[in-house]
């Protein structure tokens, strides 16, 4: 057993970690990440110190591991990712607040309105085609709108 890990080399290393970060983009959390990426730097370091025993190798990617999960928690409490949409399943309240032209009449206090690639049931005042009009809530699927 000991011939064998003798024999460990820096791609191992970089095989190990390129294995966790591949597992790890379908896994549903970051929990393979941090040792995907220590496993990759151990690999740099058994590069360049080509006379580092397997003992001393497995025992920086341990601490290597705690030390990037540390930064990475750390780095993301800190940078939190932005979200870029509405939350989900509530859409339209990024709509809330914008003004929009009817293309087709609100007509018994009902209508629809096109936005994006969604059409829209709107509820407002009886307004002819061509109106502006603000979204002023949004109530399940149904726009309330004002004349804007």
């Not at 791609?11 to 959390?29: D, K, Q």
């Not at 307004?127 to 009009?133: E, I, M, P, Q, T």
Request: aromatic share 10%; net charge neutral.
């Amino acid at each position: 057993m000991s011939s064998v890990l003798d024999s460990i080399v820096f791609w191992h290393w970089w095989v190990l970690g390129a294995v966790l970060i591949t597992i790890e983009m379908f896994a549903p959390s970051a929990v393979l990440l941090w040792p995907g990426i220590a496993a990759a730097i151990v690999g740099l370091i058994v590069l360049i110190f080509a006379d580092v025993g397997w003992e001393f190798s497995v025992l920086l990617f341990a601490a290597l591991t705690v030390v990037c999960a540390v930064a990475g928690r750390y780095y993301i409490k800190r940078f939190p990712a932005k979200s870029t949409g509405a939350p989900l399943n509530r859409r339209g309240e990024q709509y809330v607040g914008r003004q929009f032209t009817l293309v087709d009449p609100i007509v018994g206090g009902r209508g629809k309105l096109s936005i994006d690639d969604t059409i829209w049931t709107i509820e407002g005042p009886d307004l002819d085609s061509g109106a502006r009009v603000k979204i002023v809530k949004v109530d399940g699927s149904m726009l309330k709108v004002e004349q804007g």
